[in-house]
């Protein structure tokens, strides 16, 4: 089955500077990546994902990029502040499936002020 | 519709003791999923519903564990003859068929004692 690995699982950055979380996935198959955030005793949620059929995907700060071939992606966060803070969870799935996702294992992310 | 849905929010047992969570999923999501998340771990699949139908269930759900979701709306999830290793938090999620984002719940953290 699916499996995905994840990179960093600690991040320590200083406000301002950039992030990358890096995640591979091991089932060709997989054409679905979304990446959540978890804030201490909340629910994850959502924050960029991206489709096999495209290669990077950007929603202001944040950043997605897909390598099909090496099967990584990554999350890219510029300009980062305090309230990024957070735990970052990657995920893989097949939309012709169930759309169970494959959850990495997490990075925490530390933006210190 | 505020969103997911999950009660209790905290459930603390003994050992040997049976427990039911409930999970209601935003109106007209006809998926529904469950994960589990242990401390420090991404959220792992457990089981996946289409309306009332179970579609697939992970081999990490155990004949103890048993889940339903009779009239395609509200889910139960049982977890008979609790054991520690049980402790964890439990997550819910749903989706519309045809997209393929899953909005998670707040969980039920359980605790086995």
């Known amino acids: 089955g699916e499996n995905v690995e994840q990179h960093p699982s600690t991040l320590s950055v200083q406000e301002g500077d950039s992030a990358v979380i890096k995640c591979t996935y091991s089932d060709s198959a997989s054409n679905y990546f979304p990446w959540y955030k978890q804030e201490l005793g909340k629910r994850p949620q959502l924050i960029i994902d991206?489709?096999?059929?495209?290669g990077e995907k950007k929603d202001q700060r944040i950043a997605v990029t897909l390598n099909k071939t090496a099967k990584h992606f990554s999350l890219h966060i510029t300009e980062t502040q305090p309230e990024d803070s957070a735990v970052y969870f990657c995920?893989?799935?097949?939309?012709?499936?169930?759309?169970?996702?494959?959850f990495g294992s997490g990075t925490r992310l530390l933006v210190r002020p | 519709d505020t969103g997911v849905s999950q009660d209790p929010r905290h459930k603390i047992t003994k050992r040997g003791q049976n427990v039911t969570f409930r999970c209601d999923p935003i109106?007209?999501?006809?998926?529904l999923y469950w994960y589990r998340q242990t401390l420090g771990q991404g959220p792992e699949f457990l089981t996946y519903f289409q309306n009332e139908a179970q579609l697939e269930k992970s081999r990490l759900l155990s004949d103890r564990f048993s889940a339903e979701r009779p009239k395609g709306s509200f889910s139960t999830l049982e977890i008979q003859r609790t054991e520690q290793g049980d402790s964890a938090m439990y997550l819910c999620?749903?989706?519309?068929?045809?997209?393929?984002?899953?909005?998670f719940g707040p969980g039920t953290r359980l605790l086995v004692l």
């Open positions: 999620a749903s989706s519309l068929t045809g997209q393929e984002t899953q909005y």
């Open positions: 109106s007209e999501h006809n998926r």
């Open positions: 995920a893989a799935s097949m939309v012709d499936s169930s759309y169970k996702l494959i």
């Open positions: 991206i489709r096999s059929n495209v």
